[in-house]
């Protein structure tokens, strides 16, 4: 008879976990929608496509604002670095012997898909009890913040209250 071993996290981390997955999908369609932004400037600019010559762009394009678009390539590059991330935590969570593909379900469902479904929805999607589907998806935001925690920690990061990220050195 196997155990289920459960993971636990404090309200306070569960409510911070929840802000940071509820981020996810308008962070990435943000970027995604900026990079392509910033694309079409930079082909206007130059008939160049962004990633025709990014190494090179600052060296060979006067009409490019090139410490403008620095900024905006290292702030699309941290968002991205962040989903990342958090892509790794969700695939672990999937990899979780207990209940984690129910777990990634709920997550992605709830927090990473592109489209969002709401609670009701997940449960009849899922065809779960209600009380099983709240019980599961409070494990799985534990599963993740665990999972996070982890690959944070592997990546040299760490979680801060106010859910920066920070590179330790």
């Known amino acids: ?10 309200a306070d981390q569960a409510k911070k976990t929840k802000a940071l997955l509820k981020l996810y999908r308008n962070v990435l369609h943000n970027v995604n929608n900026n990079i392509v932004f910033l694309d079409d400037t930079v082909y ?19 009409a ?6 620095n900024d905006k390539l290292e702030a699309y590059y ?3 670095s962040l989903l990342s991330l958090i892509d ?3 695939a672990l969570v999937y990899e979780y012997p207990d209940n984690g593909r129910k777990y990634y379900e709920i997550l992605r ?8 479904y709401s609670h009701d929805e997940i449960i009849e999607e899922l065809e779960m009890s209600r009380s099983n589907y709240y019980r599961y998806f409070e494990q799985a935001i534990a599963c993740f913040r665990c999972h996070l925690m ?6 040299n990061y760490e979680l801060h209250d106010e859910l920066l990220l920070k590179k330790s050195s």
Not at 1 to 10: L, N, V
């Open 1 to 10: 008879m196997s155990e289920t071993i459960m993971i636990k996290c404090t």
């Open 44 to 62: 206007t600019n130059s008939r160049k496509h962004l990633t025709d010559f990014v190494g090179s762009l600052m060296d060979f394009e006067p």
């Open 64 to 69: 490019i604002d090139s410490r403008d678009l």
């Open 78 to 80: 941290n968002f991205l």
């Open 88 to 90: 790794k935590a969700a």
């Open 109 to 116: 469902l709830y927090y990473l898909g592109g489209i969002k």
């Open 150 to 155: 982890s690959v944070l920690k592997a990546k």
